[in-house]
């Protein structure tokens, strides 16, 4: 029973120790790992100038029914043409990406069938330049007809420079100029013709009124 409290005081010693020991520090936690902001997606704009290119050019596949000379460059570009109007204003990157293939294909077929067409344009103008020649419209109507003739060196100059639809729109002006400056000679020739007839119809008069003159002065002198 006398060792009881010596056993007490050394329980107390313990807990004493085991008071002052402090716990160990936690680890550190790790970081949150830093979030990438998302960017925000900026709105496309419509693809118009693309779109408007697309359609000219299938209006002068259609106007000069080049069509028929590169039939699957055609169909392939009619193809892509619809894929980017039904996504026109709703997704206008897959509009104007397929726009723009649609413009390469319409291309082709048209660098395909330009040669034939220039060549049957050029025959156009020169059948109106020869129209104009024969009754010398050059000299009448100067100004049309060097019109004309600057249209088509326009027409043969946008050939050169691969300026293929500029180069049909000159032709086209350059027949009509020529066309114009006839039909203005023609008129005015005409014009001349006629003011020649009533001159000639007024000289015949005055000839017969003088011979009916002189036909009385005689039968007074008789």
């Known amino acids: 029973m006398k060792q009881l409290p010596k056993l007490v005081t050394v329980l107390i010693a313990l807990l004493v120790v085991l008071a002052c020991q402090t716990a160990p520090e936690a680890p550190p936690e790790d970081p949150a790992p830093d979030v990438a902001a998302v960017p925000d997606v900026p709105d496309v704009p419509r693809p118009e100038a693309e779109r408007s290119q697309a359609q000219e050019l299938r209006a002068t596949i259609e106007d000069y ?61 020169q059948d109106a330049k020869d129209q104009a020649d024969e009754i010398r419209a050059r000299v009448t109507q100067t100004d049309v007809y060097d019109g004309a003739q600057s249209d088509w060196d326009a027409a043969e100059d946008h050939l050169g420079d691969a300026r293929y639809l500029d180069a049909l729109t000159a032709f086209d002006e350059a027949r009509e100029g020529f066309l114009t400056a006839y039909r203005r000679a023609s008129d005015a020739r005409q014009r001349a013709q006629r003011a020649l007839e009533e001159a000639d119809g007024s000289i015949s008069d005055s000839e017969r009124e003088i011979e009916g003159l002189q036909e009385d002065m005689d039968a007074e002198d008789a």
């Open 65 to 125: 029914e080049l069509a028929a000379y590169a039939p699957d460059d055609f169909q392939e570009g009619e193809a892509l043409f619809a894929v980017a109007e039904g996504a026109y204003e709703t997704d206008n990157v897959t509009a104007q990406r397929n726009y723009l293939s649609a413009i390469e294909s319409y291309t082709r077929v048209i660098d395909q069938g330009i040669d034939s067409i220039s060549e049957r344009k050029r025959d156009e103008v």
